[in-house]
Structure formats: structure tokens, C-alpha cells
């Protein structure tokens, strides 16, 4: 492992305590300064950013790293040889210095406020792990909200990572003990649902990065392994929440998660059941959350007919929100029995205009 501009980081004081950023690059000389800069513009100022250079980038990324780092001490650069980007944060974490390691993502842009807000936070809320909300640009537009508290972030871990990456601060100790699985893809959602049980988890109920879409990213490009990290790790999960679960339960909870129509009312009974109970918090977006995903999974099966939107109707107060207002494309779905991917069911959307919320639903 190679390093240089190893000077000693800014000191912190009692109550400032130093944290370090630790950033991968590889590839991304058309980002790369930006991000760097949104980390040096923080308005807490006690911190130090490890960039973990890939020396497999075929770009000018490395070049840049290195000017940036001669004028700045605070960067401090790490250069590996090619290898996956959780080896390069597992190697950033065993060089950071700071009492609180943050994550960031090489193309993304934090907030000025972002590490001043998150550990006054983490200080008001008791959390060892603490996320946000971020803004999309570059390929698609939007916001993307996570639950806030502990419980809520448990139960969305059920269909999708609870607490993004690039959003991250969270206790060196913590980070240390925990070191990111080097042979995994999804290796983030792999760790939070291991460690779920034994810290306190939260999310800040504001944007804290602005993230780049573009088609390179990893999620994008290894679409397939992620698919399979995330089966892998959820049932053991979901068994250690909920240890009373059947293989029948997981099975109904998978298909709600995987996006899959239901063959028959049982399953999709069994299915809206555990999404009311998986709602059942203080957390009104945790609630919203799950509310859509039964919706969805009812319009999936809408080819089981009116049956089909009678048990949506029966379970849907359950999730305590308001009722959809647009129930008449399920119902018309369900008269129909339109089934998913079918050409009639494709020109039904159209005309209905189904697109994203302006809050993304997964």
C-alpha cells in the first residue's frame, strides 16, 4: 500500500471531534474535484479526507487526487492497486485517524452543513449510525427518503438498504469492528442487516448529498449480483427480526421485495398481512412506504381478479394512512385481470400515466 501527504490532520478539540471522510475513486476525473471540494467546504472544519486511489483508473482521476492533495493537507491520498471499492473504504478506515468515520461516494456532492448537522444529530438522538435524504441529478431528478428512526430503518432493511452509503457517519469504532464484506457487491446492505441488532440506527430528516445517476454506477453495472447479495442476506435477516416467520411468510415477504406478481389470494393474503405489521410504526413514511409496496403488489396480481382488489380494500386501513385515491386503475386492473408485462396491461399504463412518485417508492 502505497501513501503520501501523510501530514498530521487538523486537530480537534474536546468537543469537536475529528472525522474522517473516507472516499473510493476510480474512473471519475469527470467528478472527482467537485466531490472533493464539497467535503473541504464543510462547515465542520475538524476533519480529514481519505481518498483511496485505484490505480486501475484509466482516467486522470490519480492526477487529480494528487494536486488537490498538495494544496490541502487534509487530503490524504491512499493508492491501491485494482480492486473493489469495498477494499478501498476497509483500507480508508484502517488509516483514518477521527473519532467518526464518513462515508462519500467519488461523483457525489455533500451539503455544506451536512457533517455539522449529522453529529449535532447523532449528539441529540443517542444514534451510532447515522444516514439522510439525497437529491438526485445527472441522469434522473427526485428525492430519496429514508425512514428516521431506528425501528422504521429495521423494517425497510426488509426490501431495501435502510441507510445510504454515501450519507453515512457513524461511530470508528463501530466501523472498525465491522469491516465491509471484500468478496460481496452489495456489501453495505450485507453489513447493515448484520450489525441492525446491535446499534443504534437513524436517519436525518433532511437532504445531506446530492447524488450522480449515471449508467456506470455500480448498482447499474452489476445489476445482477446485487439482485443476489440482497436475497442472500435478507432471509437470514428477516428471519433473526421475525424468528416465528414460516418459509411460507418469507417467501410472500420476497415476492413483495423482488417486485413479483402472486399466483394465488393465500400468498397474496399472507403478503398484506406482514406489510401492516412491517408498518406498524411511529414513522408516518415508513407507513406510506409500506402502504405502496401493498398497493403495488395488489396491482401486480391484478390477474387474479376482483378478488384481488377486494383484499387490497380489506387490508389497506391497517397501514393507518389515508386510502390511495386513484383505486379505480387497481379495480379497473383487476376487472380486466391484467397480468404484468402484458401488452393490454403496458397500454393501460400509458394511458394511466403510472410513473414515480416525486418520492421514490422501491
Not at 474535484?33 to 480529514?48: F, G, H, K, M, V
Amino acid at each position: 500500500m502505497k501513501r503520501n501527504n501523510l501530514s498530521t490532520p487538523q486537530m480537534a478539540s474536546k468537543g469537536n471531534p475529528l472525522i474522517s471522510v473516507v472516499m473510493p475513486v476510480y474512473n471519475r476525473e469527470r467528478y472527482v474535484a467537485d466531490t472533493i471540494r464539497s467535503i473541504l467546504n464543510q462547515t465542520y472544519s475538524p476533519l480529514e479526507l481519505i481518498v483511496v486511489v485505484d490505480n486501475g483508473s484509466k482516467d486522470n482521476s490519480a492526477g487529480i487526487v494528487h494536486d488537490m492533495a498538495a494544496s490541502d493537507n487534509r487530503v490524504r491520498p491512499i493508492y491501491l492497486s485494482h480492486g473493489s471499492q469495498w477494499r478501498a473504504r476497509n483500507a480508508g478506515v484502517a488509516m483514518a485517524c477521527g473519532d467518526y468515520i464518513a462515508h462519500m461516494d467519488d461523483d457525489d456532492i455533500a451539503l455544506p452543513e451536512r457533517l455539522t448537522d449529522q453529529l449535532a444529530w447523532m449528539h441529540q438522538t443517542g444514534v451510532d449510525i447515522c444516514g439522510g435524504c439525497i437529491k438526485k441529478f445527472g441522469a434522473e431528478n427526485g428525492i430519496i427518503w429514508f425512514p428516521e428512526t431506528h425501528q422504521a430503518i429495521c423494517h425497510e432493511l426488509v426490501f431495501r438498504i435502510g441507510i445510504l452509503l454515501p450519507t453515512v457517519l457513524m461511530r470508528a469504532n463501530i466501523a472498525r469492528a465491522h469491516p465491509y464484506d471484500e468478496t460481496l457487491v452489495y456489501s453495505d446492505y450485507a453489513m447493515l442487516t448484520r450489525i441492525a441488532h446491535q446499534y443504534r440506527l437513524g436517519n436525518m430528516p433532511q437532504i445531506l448529498v446530492k447524488c450522480c445517476y449515471h449508467d456506470q454506477q455500480i448498482h447499474i453495472v452489476d445489476g445482477a449480483a446485487f439482485k443476489s447479495d440482497e436475497c442472500l442476506y435478507r432471509q437470514p435477516y428477516v428471519r433473526s427480526l421475525f424468528p416465528e416467520a414460516t418459509s411460507g411468510d418469507y417467501e410472500a415477504i420476497a415476492r413483495v421485495a423482488e417486485k413479483k406478481p402472486f399466483n394465488n389470494m393465500a400468498d397474496l393474503k399472507r403478503a398484506g398481512n406482514w406489510l401492516a405489521r412491517l408498518a406498524q410504526t411511529p414513522d408516518n413514511f415508513l407507513r406510506q412506504r409500506m402502504a405502496d409496496r401493498w398497493q403495488s403488489a395488489c396491482m401486480r396480481s391484478a390477474h387474479l381478479g376482483l378478488d384481488c382488489y377486494r383484499l387490497y380494500k380489506q387490508i389497506a386501513p391497517q397501514f393507518g394512512i389515508p386510502v390511495a385515491s386513484h383505486l379505480w386503475k387497481l379495480k379497473t386492473a383487476c376487472a380486466f385481470q391484467l397480468k404484468t408485462g402484458s401488452r393490454r396491461e403496458v397500454f393501460l399504463r400509458k394511458i394511466w400515466n403510472i410513473g414515480r412518485h416525486a418520492v421514490e417508492i422501491t
